[in-house]
């Protein structure tokens, strides 16, 4: 089993940015296709964004456009960069190694209108 922490969660206002990053307790990342999902309450977990071991990103449609997601496998670590935040987007969100079936404790993310 894989160790993941998420950071970078916070409050911003509407059309705000934040960075978060997931940094893993083994060199997984460079076998593992990395995806970052988010949850808000009573709501089911979806994933945001994805990114295969060789660079390649896929985006949920609501994120296209705002959201980038990289990785540093070298370092271990995935990023998600949001930009124009909306409400909409508040949620915890969660890091998650696919090949291993890994998931980090998740970073609150409130954006206010």
């Known amino acids: 089993q894989v160790q993941l922490v998420e950071s970078g969660g916070g ?3 509407c059309g705000g940015s934040l960075r978060l990053s ?4 083994g060199r997984i990342f460079s076998i593992s296709v990395m995806g970052w999902y988010r ?3 009573g709501k089911q ?6 990114i295969t071991t060789g ?3 896929t985006y949920a449609d609501s994120v296209k456009g705002r959201f980038t997601i990289s990785r540093d496998n070298a370092k271990n670590t995935v990023y998600l960069q949001m ?11 969660y890091c998650n190694a696919r090949a291993f079936n890994s998931w980090g404790q998740g970073t609150q993310v409130t954006v206010s209108s």
Request: hydrophobic residues 35%; charged residues 25%; negative net charge.
């Open 39 to 41: 949850q808000a309450p």
């Open 55 to 57: 660079g390649r990103p």
């Open 22 to 25: 997931c940094a893993a307790s």
């Open 83 to 93: 930009n124009s935040l909306k409400p909409e987007d508040t949620a915890v969100y």
């Open 11 to 13: 409050l911003v206002q």
């Open 45 to 50: 977990r979806e994933l945001v964004a994805d």
